[in-house]
């Protein structure tokens, strides 16, 4: 990847003049604030282009660690808190979907998500939020398994109930985070 290797010179020239502490906002700022922008569209991205991607945070993060080239970069990954690209477009999508359930985005992405309704009788706690699968074919076709609606559903449901329960913004991130972590790094 060209552009990344132009990025990795020129930053290890920067690197030698600043400390970790001064370059990791620098990363944050330039690499990881983009890696993150709009990520969610990312979803369905085929895994080639997804490894890209995570080269390019690699590299940030060997830059912050003055990590070798070929070194192994899981454990600086681990190191920094950092998820891998794949599990930060989970993570997006799944603070959307958190934001649409609890009122707390825009009518247009709050009306995607429809919550299932638990009758007395279900196994499912009441208090447990489940998303509900559509009527009709709109996940068969092609653009509506693509779809935020579709991504959102598949990613909430798997998520363990305690997690789903959770009221507070705050609190579902961190433990968001730290189940996207265990699934990255076990």
Known sequence: MKGCDQISKGCDRISKFLSKECLQPFVHAFVTSRLDYCNSLLYWLPKYQICKLQRVQ?????????????DSISP???????????YRIY?????????????????????LVSIRSCSAYSLISNYTIVLERPMGRMLATQL????????????????????REIESLGAFKRHVKTHLFRLAFT
Request: aromatic share 16%.
């Open 58 to 70: 690699n590299t940030a993060a060997g830059l912050i660690t003055n990590t070798r080239k070929y």
């Open 76 to 86: 600086v990954l681990y190191e920094l808190h950092w998820l891998p690209v794949f």
């Open 91 to 111: 993570f997006k999508i799944l603070i959307i979907t958190f934001k649409a359930i609890h009122g707390m985005s825009p009518s247009y992405i709050s009306d």
């Open 144 to 163: 509506g398994a693509r779809s935020f609606y579709a991504a959102a559903l598949t990613l909430w449901n798997c998520l363990p109930a305690h997690i």
